[in-house]
């Protein structure tokens, strides 16, 4: 019985949530112990998807198909497959995390700060999960609204601008978007995702007509990686919003969106980009790692270390090997998980200082041992050390990559050395050789109760996943594995009326 509606007490158990909490008086902490609460039930939630998925069974589980609205033919319809499982628990798994991680960084207007907090885990979950393309757009669009709000609200010196790039940025290829969901839906009679597929795959819509609306697919999924050069609004963005906010403010929802459509819909046209794509991944990952490199800012080197780790899975999902992709979306759990502990750790690190120029600190390890190891764990997560989970995902990619790609792979392949530059350069200056004039004036307090256990669960997943990957990968292959055998060609376009599914018989399909 659960099965049946796990889905959609995962998506809006966030929002009821909300709903309730902005009820609440403003009394004490009591508006972050209800979403700290809200944020762990949800967590809880999405772990009876891994206990309940049926591992070798195809297609989606744990599915939700109802009429929604008659005209246009919309339809609640929910599910997962190996390939948003991890994604949907990885979601709950942060959610929690950036209650903890802004229980003292926020303490003005928090009813408001954790309401769209909630709004935000919802439109993230209803992402990953809508296999109805009106009932996915609405999601997608939902989650810019609290990310902007807050990033306006919160930045630290430039937030109503970082929160306008952030939303022009997105919004704009997103209208797009929607202009080629509706053109689909004129021509098959239908929004929801295995009806495209299988509509489209027939050979009913013309080649350069589907060129151009998997192009439009593509531009909005890209931008929201971001795929270089369409990273602008990154830095000032990740710099500006609250870290409870960073952790989710690239990566996971483009990349996603680019594997479920992009390679789900039009597997033709994606293997026509893809020479393009791996080539703009390539230089994704020496530019961003390059441009980290001389950073003096420690969440700007952030912004441009996430901007060459996606490109590396950028590399992955256009390479369409098993194991590339295996590898890709391993890195978008892990870039979710070590990514976000080191935000936490900054966040963690900025209470303590007021600052986060590199400059100012120094010989931080004597006065705070324990934040310092901590520290070095998730720098050598991220630079993919073996025997932790960054390892699994690079080795994965890279490998996946090399057949058919040998000289993109070797100039890749210079990203892994350029990131182990930069953040060991980071960690060098901030907590080794002489303490700087500021650490010695304010010897800081080193992590405490709430930030051990905001912490801890992040590195034990980065060892977990680094020695246990095949426990992730299992599901994660069975999501994937249509996507790397799908087809190259595509039939000749024949007339509307033969080659398409009726409305009819996509109706008479649902029933």
Known sequence: MLNGSILSLITFLPLAGAVILALLPRRGRIIQWWALLVSLATFVATLHLPAHFVYGQSGFQFVINAPWITHPAIRYHLGVDGLSMWLVVLTGFLAPIGVLVSWKAIENRTKEFYFLFLIQQTAMLGVFVSLDLFLYYAFWELTLVPMAILIAMYGRNKGPQAAIKFFLYAFIPSA???????????????????????????????????????????????????????????????????????????????????????????????????????????????????????????????????????????????????????????????????????????????????????????????????????????????????????????????????????????????????????????????????????????????????????????????????????????GIEEGIRPLANAPVTQPMAQSHATSLPTQATLRKGRQ
């Open 176 to 474: 797009l978007l929607l202009v080629a969901i509706l053109w689909l839906y004129a021509k098959t009679g239908t929004f929801e995702f295995t009806h495209l597929q299988t509509a489209i795959a027939a050979g009913g819509l013309g080649p350069q007509a589907l060129f151009w609306v998997a192009l439009a697919f593509l531009v909005a999924f890209a931008v929201k990686v971001p795929v270089f050069p369409l990273h602008g609004w990154l830095a000032d963005g990740l710099t500006q919003a609250p870290t409870a906010m960073s952790m989710v403010i690239a990566g996971k929802l483009g990349l996603y969106s680019l594997l479920r459509f992009n390679l789900g819909i039009f597997p033709v046209q994606s293997r026509e980009f893809a020479p393009w794509m791996i080539a703009l991944a390539v230089i994704g990952i020496i530019y961003g790692a390059l441009v980290a490199l001389v950073q003096r800012d420690m969440k700007r080197l952030v912004a441009y270390a996430i901007l060459s780790q996606v490109s590396f899975v950028l590399l992955g999902i256009f390479c369409f090997s098993i194991t590339g992709l295996d590898g890709a979306v391993y890195q978008i759990i892990n870039e979710g998980v070590s990514g976000g502990a080191l935000l936490v750790l900054l966040g963690i690190l900025y209470e303590r200082y007021g600052t986060f120029e590199i400059s100012e600190y120094g010989g931080l390890s004597k006065r705070l041992p324990h934040m310092a190891t901590l520290y070095i764990i998730t720098t050598l997560s991220l630079i993919g050390l073996p025997i932790l989970n960054g390892f699994v995902g690079e080795f994965l990619v890279l490998s996946g990559s090399f057949v058919g790609h040998h000289g993109w792979v070797v100039a890749a392949t210079t990203g892994v050395i350029l990131s182990a530059s930069y953040m060991l350069w980071f960690i060098q200056r901030v907590f080794f050789g002489p303490p700087s004039t500021m650490v010695e004036e304010k010897p800081g307090i080193d992590v405490n109760f709430r930030e051990l256990a905001t912490l801890w669960p992040m590195i034990l997943l980065m060892v977990v996943m680094g020695v246990a990957s095949s426990y992730w990968i299992r």
